[in-house]
């Protein structure tokens, strides 16, 4: 086990109306309010105007319109000098990951003097962020429970995941039922996501029987509870599950004492949002078993056929690379079975900007200290396999 240095110091709130607790959090944090929202869907659910409600006393200034993979410029722009012309004391963030990922950056962007660039590119590290309070409405990212923002630059094709120790919400508030309304499309997407930030710290040299354990409950739980919402997207008991899951994603808890591994899907992902706009969760299910068949080898079979025997059921007396392999295809077939196109040509994408992505990769998402390190080529050859 390696050593480690874990806090989380976000307040979790869950449950059926557990938003009648917000005036209460917000009062002693700030009475002047950025509050944050994407296209509409919450205004289709009521949120906004029982948010509004709720907080009828305290002064409310707004930026909606927060696009999933949520965009520097206008966005995080806009919210920033929004903050900064109202004196803003704390961004209350209502809507999926990418309305609270855009709330991250506006909350660092909003303590520094110069262009917010610098501390999403890590050229600057920030000093202090203001306090972020969210109510999240979409199962996925987990972005309520860690400390990072995904923010998307369009002009130069960069999707950076910008991680701070200040950017963790001080309170989350976690009510399944405001995901009932959530699409199939974004309810697969977003199992897909919360499943691949498991294998993401899965799949590594060393582990734990306790940390294996938790992360292959975590992966079954999402799979049985995601086919669950897709047949009767009101299941609370579900939706639940489903959200807590996922919450515990990013935020380090499954992995404590774990290798580094690079989070190679994710670095590879973020090439696709950023260049075609995809759904994150989609990209992802793409990549991940092309990724499995390109780094399966005698290094990595052991920790395939554990996957395998534990979170599919798959016979323990075959052979290794036979379990491994079942284990790889059985992945697949989960993702195509709940709805998610399995090709990237499916979403838009086809081999013109390969090389030109993979190189992208290469440069700035450091796989090549990845467990299994992957060169240009490699990037390119996984790309070229998901098509
Ligand atoms: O914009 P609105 O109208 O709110 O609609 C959204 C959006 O169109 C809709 N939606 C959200 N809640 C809903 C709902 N529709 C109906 N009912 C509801 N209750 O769903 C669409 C997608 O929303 P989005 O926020 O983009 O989805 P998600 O939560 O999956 O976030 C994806 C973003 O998070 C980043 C991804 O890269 C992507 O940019 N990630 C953030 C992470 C983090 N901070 O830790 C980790 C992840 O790996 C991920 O990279
Ligand atoms: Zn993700």
């Not at 995080?76 to 000098?81: I, M, N, P, R, T």
């Not at 975590?218 to 299941?235: Q, T």
């Not at 639940?240 to 989070?263: F, K, R, V």
Request: aromatic share 10%; net charge negative.
């Amino acid at each position: 086990m390696q050593n480690f240095d874990y806090m989380t110091p976000t307040r979790l709130i869950f449950g059926k109306d557990c938003i009648g607790k917000l005036p209460e959090v917000m009062e002693k944090i700030g009475k002047k309010v950025l509050l944050t929202y994407g296209g509409g869907s919450i205004r289709k659910i009521g949120l906004y105007d029982k948010v509004k409600e709720l907080l009828s006393d305290f002064d409310i200034i707004e930026l909606s319109d927060i696009q999933p993979n949520p965009k520097y410029d206008p966005s995080v722009l806009d919210g920033v000098k929004l903050c900064k012309e109202n004196n803003i004391e704390v961004i209350l963030s209502v809507g999926g990951g990418s309305v609270l990922d855009c709330s991250k950056a506006i909350a660092a962007g909003a303590m520094y003097d110069g262009d917010p660039w610098d501390l999403i590119s890590y050229k600057v590290k920030a000093k202090a962020a203001l306090p972020i309070v969210d109510i999240i409405t979409l199962a996925a990212t987990g972005s309520e429970y860690d400390c990072g923002g995904v923010i998307s630059r369009t002009e130069t094709n960069d999707k950076i995941g910008y991680i701070d120790e200040h950017l963790y919400p001080v309170v989350s508030f976690l009510d399944p039922t405001y995901t009932f309304t959530v699409s199939k499309k974004q309810t697969a997407a977003g199992c897909a996501d919360a499943m691949n930030h498991i294998m993401e710290q899965y799949f590594c040299e060393d582990s734990s029987i306790l940390n294996d354990g938790f992360m292959e409950a975590g992966l079954k739980s999402l799979m049985v509870n995601a086919r669950k919402c897709l047949a009767d997207p009101e299941d609370y008991t579900a939706r639940a599950e489903m959200m807590l899951t996922c919450t515990y994603g990013c935020n380090g808890i499954y992995a404590l004492g774990n290798s580094y591994t690079g989070w190679p899907c994710h670095g590879m992902e973020h090439a696709l949002s950023a260049y075609y706009d995809i759904t994150h969760g989609e990209g992802l299910a793409i990549i991940t078993p092309r990724w499995m068949k390109h780094i399966l080898s005698d290094k990595t079979v052991s920790r395939f056929v554990k996957y395998g025997v534990n979170v599919f059921g798959i016979d323990s007396g075959l052979g290794d690379y036979e379990m491994a392999e079942k284990a790889i295809q059985a992945t697949y077939e989960f993702f195509e079975s709940i709805g998610i196109p399995m090709h990237l040509r499916d979403v838009g994408i086809d081999e013109s900007r390969i090389g030109e992505m993979a190189r992208h990769v290469a440069e700035n998402e450091g796989l090549e200290n990845a467990w299994v390190p992957l060169s240009e080529k490699d990037i390119a050859d996984i790309f070229t396999a998901s098509l």
